[in-house]
């Protein structure tokens, strides 16, 4: 019998990299996008490059009402992953209150939300696979974007206590901390290439992680090291670097 796999967050490049992986072992993939003309074109694509049919269901995690009942009449799949993210507007001043509400609410609130209203039903199934794309940008504060770094160290940390939770029902928690990785939402930016990964090679290690039930992966490998550093820099010091 097939496996289920639902991404929060289909249109992703690193969850369309992920989703050809879970094909290959015969998975039965259903995905979100936040509205349906993204939902239509990122199934057509993956049927373009794999010959699969993939379900879609719309969900737009800035809609708190539709966030708060989407398991209500629905099975958790054996496999959750959560691919979704947003740097916010990157025209606008990244602390400007709007856009602080959006980044927190689609990168924490929206993700939290969802994973405590199935974190019972995991219990009562006894197995299966959480898996968040969160960032190394969780790791520290930083004076370019702090909001965004706040929203993925306050993911990291709820990941980390439900997996305390659900690690003796059987159930792996797996929190990505990615790093530099070539994808639409970070396009914007330069990317130093040493640094910067394809979302083919994120989304294979992703896999492969689950697989091995791995829970703190950071991709590339590279980060670990990079941010071991980072967090030993003194505050003193570290508010005054301007990145």
């Not at 993204?38 to 539709?66: A, M, P, Q, W």
């Not at 990941?159 to 690690?167: C, M």
């Not at 970070?186 to 992703?206: E, F």
Request: proline share 2%; net charge positive.
């Amino acid at each position: 019998m097939s496996k289920s796999l639902l991404v929060i967050g289909g249109s992703s490049e690193i969850a369309h990299s992920f989703i050809k992986m879970a094909a290959l072992k015969d998975y039965n993939i259903t995905i979100t996008c936040r509205n349906e003309e993204t939902l239509n074109k990122t199934c057509s694509d993956f049927y373009k490059d794999c010959g699969r049919i993939i379900n879609g269901v719309v969900l737009d995690l800035t809609d708190s009402e539709k966030v708060a009942t989407f398991f209500d009449d629905r099975e958790i799949p054996d496999v959750l992953f959560i691919a979704a993210g947003t740097l916010g507007d990157v025209n606008v001043c990244h602390y400007e209150l709007k856009n602080q509400l959006e980044i927190i609410n689609v990168n924490y609130t929206a993700i939290a939300t969802l994973l405590a209203s199935v974190t019972d039903k995991y219990k009562a199934k006894g197995d299966g696979h959480i898996v968040v794309i969160s960032s190394v940008a969780g790791d520290r504060g930083y004076y370019s974007n702090y909001v965004y770094c706040s929203a993925k160290a306050a993911i990291s940390t709820y990941l980390s206590g439900l997996r305390a939770v659900l690690y003796p029902h059987g159930v792996n928690v797996l929190d990505i901390k990615c790093g530099l990785v070539e994808t639409k939402l970070n396009a914007h930016r330069k990317k130093p290439k040493l640094l910067t990964a394809s979302p083919d090679y994120v989304g294979m290690q992703i896999f492969a992680s689950m697989q091995k039930r791995h829970t703190i992966v950071y991709t590339p490998l590279i980060w670990y090291f990079i941010m071991g550093f980072v967090k030993m820099i003194p505050e003193f010091i570290f508010k005054k670097l301007k990145f």
